[in-house]
């Protein structure tokens, strides 16, 4: 389970001060598929990035099933993020100069897995996104749906239980946009994984639980408060 309280976010100071997010309250529970969607600047990705320990609030707690986010130091929130959560992005960035199963080993490598068994895992992880025949192409030989599958098999390889998802299908076309959004789906029911969606394609968030919507830094609708 995810629950933020009071969850508060500003940038810059006195008359350049911008509240990205104001005392939000949120609970998003295990094994739940959800997006969050709203017009651009409302606070949809900064939330997604305090959520998910990249970035730190204002003020305000997160707690990842039962771990306090921002309670714990640095070093074990960085150590957290890496064995229990994954990320998927618009940009999928992945290193132009490692082949698809190299970067989905990275996560691994960076957790102290030895080489051999990073590749055996990245490699089914590739399978299960359909990429069994990919394992050496570099990110320039393959398509924009066959990179953001990389990208996903990078977010599951360590197993997570949750993946950060911010547009995901963005740099996508509608079609290559819905076997995308597909995938995530099938990760959600088969593997029981928590998906959090930043999206501004009502198609993607309608495939999802739950849709969370917002507006000026707030949480207007959808939300599970941690009273709840």
Known sequence: M??????????????????????????????????????????????????????????????????????????????????????????????PVLSALENVALPLIGQGIPSKKANE????????????????????????????????????VSKPSVIWADEPTGALDTDTSHQIVGLLRHINLTMGTTIVIVTHDPKVAGQCDRIIRMENGRITAGAKKVSE
């Not at 707690?63 to 994954?86: M, P």
């Not at 299960?128 to 990389?150: D, T």
Request: glycine residues 10%; aromatic residues 6%.
């Open 2 to 95: 995810i629950q933020a309280n009071q969850l508060s976010k500003s940038f810059g100071e006195g008359e350049s001060l911008v509240r990205a997010l104001k005392e939000i309250d949120l609970r998003i529970e295990e094994s739940e598929m959800v997006s969050i969607v709203g017009p651009s600047g409302c606070g949809k990705t900064t939330l997604l990035q305090v959520l998910s320990g990249i970035d730190e609030p204002t003020a305000g707690k997160v707690w990842i099933n039962g771990f306090d986010v921002y309670g714990a130091k640095e070093r074990d929130r960085s150590a957290f993020r890496l064995q229990h959560t994954g990320f998927v992005f618009q940009a999928f960035h992945l290193i």
């Open 121 to 156: 895992l990245s490699r089914h992880a590739l399978e299960q996104v359909g990429l069994e025949s990919k394992l050496a192409a570099l990110p320039a030989e393959l398509s924009g749906g066959q990179n953001q599958r990389v990208a996903i098999a990078r977010a599951i």
